[in-house]
Structure formats: C-alpha cells, structure tokens
C-alpha cells in the first residue's frame, strides 16, 4: 500500500499524559500536513511542513503541541499534558510539488481519546 | 470565516444522479473551487477541481456559474458506496497549502 499511513489508529490516554503520533505521507511528497477533526465537523488544519521546514502553525496548536519532520519524510506530532478537549481524530495529509492543483492525500487518521 | 456554503443534507436514490449545490459568492478571480468526500472512518479523499470551466473525471463533474459565485458536484450514477461528507472549498490553488474544510454535505444514497 503506497498510501499515506498513521500510526496509532486509535489512543486512549489519561488527562495530563503525553502522546505522539507518526505519521508516514507518500513517498516523495515533499509537502506534510496535519489536521484535527472533531465530531460533527470538518477537518481543521493545524501545521504544514515543506520538506524538513514547518512552514506554518495554526493558532489552534497551542504550545502543548509540536510537530516534527526531521529528515522531511516521516512526521510526528506529540501532545503533552492531554486535556479532554483533545479528544478528536488527527488527520495526516501528504502532497507533492509537481502537478498543477496540489491535491492533498490523506491518511485514515488517529483517534485519540482522553479520559 | 467560511467561503462556502452547502446544504447539510441530502439524499439520492441508487443508480441517479446526485447534485450537490454550493454557494461561493465571494470566490476571487485567482481562487479554484474544489470537492473532497469524507467516507465514515476515512480521511478526505479528493474528487475534483475546477477554476472557471466545467470539468469532469471519472469520479464526477463540476459546473461552475459563468459568476463563480456558485457550483454543483454532480455524481452521474449514485452508488451505495457514494455515501458520504462532501465537502465544497474554495483556495487560490499552487500557493494556497491550507484546506478550509466547513461542515460539508452529508449524502446519504438510498437503494
């Protein structure tokens, strides 16, 4: 399967724990995304990476966030100190550069749960 | 600030065709319209996008008004397996990296 994977699928944690997820985009798309989904919504974007560089973040990470993509393939995107508010599916999207419309690629998702 | 607007709900019978209207009535001139679906327990899948002509693929077509203030998604032969969110978004293409998902259409087909 050449699609973009998530790694976990699904995360029950307790308040207050620290989690991370990965997240491996198709190979050779320079260009890494995450999104955050809750119930009953759309997608909502939280960070882009072009290659190795986060090129932008969303207000909606707060500082319990970071995301990494250290060697521009992989990416991780941990959370420390997990609020019930957390709660929701992160979405993983990968594209490339070359072609003319940038479609986004996306991943099944991690559910994350917090307790 | 949501750039688009779409029904919440819609039903299609199996083997019809499916029209899924959208509102964008401040799009810009270098902003394109483009479709993805959400498939329950799935990420967004991409269908289909389109600047100021129609187009088509082999998953749908999307007309667009000669204003591009509005466009329809059209499903040409609704199958059980269309269902889904559908989600109309407006961006101003190669540049534009950000998805601006609002709460799509939930389309439902009926056999």
């Known amino acids: 399967d050449t699609g973009v994977s998530q790694n976990p699928r699904h995360k029950i944690t307790k308040r207050g724990q620290n989690v991370t997820f990965r997240c491996d985009p198709i190979s050779e798309h320079n260009r890494l995304y995450w999104y955050r989904q809750t119930l009953g919504q759309g997608p909502e974007f939280l960070t882009y990476f072009q290659n190795e560089a986060q090129l932008e973040k969303s207000r909606l990470l707060s500082d319990r966030f970071s995301a990494e993509r250290p060697k521009g393939s992989f990416s991780t995107l941990e959370i420390q100190r997990t609020e019930q508010g957390d709660s929701a599916m992160y979405l993983c999207?990968?594209?490339?550069?070359?072609?003319?419309?940038?479609?986004?690629?996306f991943g099944p998702g991690t559910r994350l749960t917090v307790l | 600030d949501a750039k688009t607007t779409q029904p919440p709900s819609m039903d299609c019978a199996e083997g019809r065709a499916a029209n899924l209207p959208c509102n964008h009535s401040t799009i810009s001139g270098n902003e394109y319209v483009y479709w993805y679906r959400q498939i329950h327990s799935q990420g967004p899948q991409y269908i289909i996008h389109g600047l100021k002509n129609n187009e088509t693929n082999e998953m749908a077509s999307l007309i667009i008004t000669e204003d591009r203030k509005s466009s329809t998604l059209i499903l040409p032969h609704a199958t059980l397996r269309d269902t889904a969110v559908y989600y109309c978004?407006?961006?101003?293409?190669?540049?534009?990296?950000?998805?601006?998902f609002g709460a799509g259409t939930t389309v439902t087909v009926r056999a």
């Open positions: 978004i407006v961006r101003s293409g190669f540049n534009d990296y950000k998805l601006s």
């Open positions: 999207a990968s594209s490339s550069l070359a072609g003319n419309y940038n479609e986004q690629f």
